[in-house]
T-cell receptor, first 113, second 117 residues
Framework: AQTVTQSQPEMSVQEAETVTLSCTYDTSESDYYLFWYKQPPSRQMILVIRQEAYKQQNATENRFSVNFQKAAKSFSLKISDSQLGDAAMYFCAYRSAGYQLIWGAGTKLIIKP | DSGVTQTPKHLITATGQRVTLRCSPRSGDLSVYWYQQSLDQGLQFLIQYYNGEERAKGNILERFSAQQFPDLHSELNLSSLELGDSALYFC????????????????FGPGTRLTVL
């Protein structure tokens, strides 16, 4: 069975600085998708970025980028120029062959003004 | 706004009762997923429907059931409620693909917060 591990329960960063959130996963599948979702205090689950495993190029969405290391089964999220609005829980998720998402435990990101 | 709607936003009920949570997917999405987010269990997949048919089951209790209707909205029924069922219940939908297979990205509704007293 697939598993997703986020080893950092909490991270903090100074506003305008860069922060990296870690995620590792375990799978025997070769074709899959990985996601980062953001959950602000409103509890809404918001898609931040996704990565297709067959693509070697790392996904980028504005200030958000990933470092996808398929062999190491690592999928970290880098947030550049951190803003106060980035404060939230960040969840790493793996989409299994059955299409449902398997979630990490989440990392709470604190932005210091 | 993801385009996925869920009602009600909040639900407070007593142990032993039964409740129904409703979800309307994004326009055109055929696939609906239900997830439970609780403090002790984190986020867990419950069940998936595609175009009215059950596609996959996760850690869904026998006291829980779901269905997807011809208009594609879905309902999650929770019965004989226990204190431990208190959680945030999310519905998500994913894009329709011409092949009939759901595409990869799931968009989430705002959730229904269930409190069992």
């Amino acid at each position: 069975a697939q598993t997703v591990t986020q080893s950092q329960p909490e991270m903090s960063v100074q506003e305008a600085e860069t922060v990296t959130l870690s995620c590792t996963y375990d799978t025997s599948e070769s074709d899959y998708y990985l996601f980062w979702y953001k959950q602000p205090p409103s509890r809404q689950m918001i898609l931040v970025i996704r990565q297709e495993a067959y693509k070697q190029q790392n996904a980028t969405e504005n200030r958000f980028s990933v470092n996808f290391q398929k062999a190491a089964k690592s999928f970290s999220l880098k947030i550049s120029d951190s803003q106060l609005g980035d404060a939230a829980m960040y969840f790493c998720a793996y989409r299994s062959a059955g299409y449902q998402l398997i979630w990490g435990a989440g990392t709470k990101l604190i932005i210091k003004p | 706004d993801s385009g996925v709607t869920q009602t009600p936003k909040h639900l407070i009920t007593a142990t032993g009762q039964r409740v129904t949570l409703r979800c309307s997917p994004r326009s055109g999405d055929l696939s609906v997923y239900w997830y439970q987010q609780s403090l002790d269990q984190g986020l867990q997949f419950l069940i998936q429907y595609y175009n009215g048919e059950e596609r996959a089951k996760g850690n869904i209790l026998e006291r829980f059931s779901a269905q997807q209707f011809p208009d594609l909205h879905s309902e999650l029924n929770l019965s004989s409620l226990e204190l431990g069922d208190s959680a945030l219940y999310f519905c998500a939908s994913s894009s329709r693909a011409t092949s009939g297979i759901p595409t990869d990205t799931q968009y989430f509704g705002p959730g229904t917060r269930l409190t069992v007293l």
